[in-house]
Antibody
Framework: QITLKESGPTLVIPTQTLTLTCTFS??????????VGWIRQPPGKALEWLAL???????RYSPSLRSRLTITKDTSENRVVLTMTNMDPVDTGTYYC????????????WGQGTMVTVSS | SYELTQPLSVSVALGQTARITCGGD??????VPWYQQKPGQAPVVVIY???NRPSGIPERFSGSNSGNTATLTISRAQAGDEADYYC?????????FGGGTKLTVL
């Protein structure tokens, strides 16, 4: 059974850097075809994709946020970390990590999400 | 950048068929998954690769994709189908989500 869980601060001061951790079980991020992505959702708004990391350490980023994002993985610890710099109140929202299998071409298993508020 | 267009809202009478569209330039050439999101919950994939249902998703959910429109069809709509629905594509090495459609079952 695949599970993912996001963790990190609930409150971030503007201009600070956000670091979120996705801890997962039930799969290995060293297995061919496996990816983990980050998606966020401002309150009452649509889903927005942020970043994706592949089993081979290839990485993809949202073009509009690329300069602020870094995604890394720790295969031995079953974790994926997302950092986002220069946080702003518009970055407030729920942040999800999700498992993606290339063969499905979809995010098939999602974490519960973690709410991040950016405020002074 | 690639854009996906969904209607903000769709209403369907209980037991009838709902169709939610997702418009994009030549979207028929791409693989489209659909996600269902109920209030306070994480999204759940209900259709992947245009027409495939994951295990546990009722047969009432089906998908199609051709030309410039992908469609999620929900037959015999139930109250429990009320949710936001999102389409998504992979374009130029990036993931793109549609703006979401709120389905109301009357």
């Amino acid at each position: 059974q695949i599970t993912l869980k996001e963790s990190g601060p609930t409150l971030v001061i503007p201009t600070q850097t956000l670091t979120l951790t996705c801890t997962f079980s039930g799969f290995s991020l060293s297995t061919s075809g496996v990816n983990v992505g980050w998606i966020r959702q401002p309150p009452g708004k649509a889903l927005e994709w942020l970043a994706l990391i592949y089993w081979n350490d290839d990485k993809r980023y949202s073009p509009s946020l690329r300069s602020r994002l870094t995604i890394t993985k720790d295969t031995s610890e079953n974790r994926v970390v997302l950092t986002m710099t220069n946080m702003d109140p518009v970055d407030t929202g729920t942040y999800y990590c999700a498992h993606r299998q290339t063969s499905m071409n979809a995010f098939d298993i999602w974490g519960q999400g973690t709410m991040v508020t950016v405020s002074s | 950048s690639y854009e996906l267009t969904q209607p903000l809202s769709v209403s369907v009478a209980l037991g009838q068929t709902a169709r939610i569209t997702c418009g994009g330039d030549n979207i028929g050439s791409k693989n489209v998954p659909w996600y269902q999101q109920k209030p306070g919950q994480a999204p759940v994939v209900v259709i992947y690769r245009d027409t495939n249902r994951p295990s546990g998703i009722p047969e009432r959910f089906s998908g199609s994709n051709s030309g410039n429109t992908a469609t999620l069809t929900i037959s015999r709509a139930q109250a429990g189908d009320e949710a936001d629905y999102y389409c998504q594509v992979w374009d130029n090495n990036t993931v793109v989500f549609g703006g979401g459609t709120k389905l109301t079952v009357l």
